[in-house]
């Protein structure tokens, strides 16, 4: 008797696995798919980099941003300048630490 309650609980937990791991691979899928219509974006405020630059640096700190965006878009993030976005999270704007500039 033992033995025939065993397998209706094995033949559960084999089901169960299964539709577990299915609709954790339908869940990843429609990730992906939403990521590929809607690709991660990224905030650069150039308007506060050029007002923290001193000016004699201005155009190289400007030149670092447009080459940090350039390099952000070729991995498919789309940078948009802070001053035409009206509101975003504080996790979208790259600060300026992490702007990979030419010299000091």
Do not use: F, N
Request: no cysteine.
């Amino acid at each position: 008797m033992a033995e025939t309650t065993r397998h209706p609980i094995l033949i559960a937990g084999l089901v169960s696995l299964g539709v577990s791991g299915g609709g954790l691979l339908w869940m990843q899928h429609h990730l992906e798919r939403a990521l590929a219509v809607r690709p991660p974006v990224v905030v650069l405020d150039l308007a506060g980099a050029a007002r923290a630059a001193d000016p004699a640096r201005l155009k190289r700190r400007l030149e670092d941003y447009r080459r940090t965006a350039e390099q952000l878009s070729d991995q498919g993030l789309l940078v948009l300048d802070g001053q035409a976005v009206l509101a975003a999270p504080a996790g979208l704007s790259l600060a300026d630490s992490e702007v990979r500039h030419a010299g000091p």
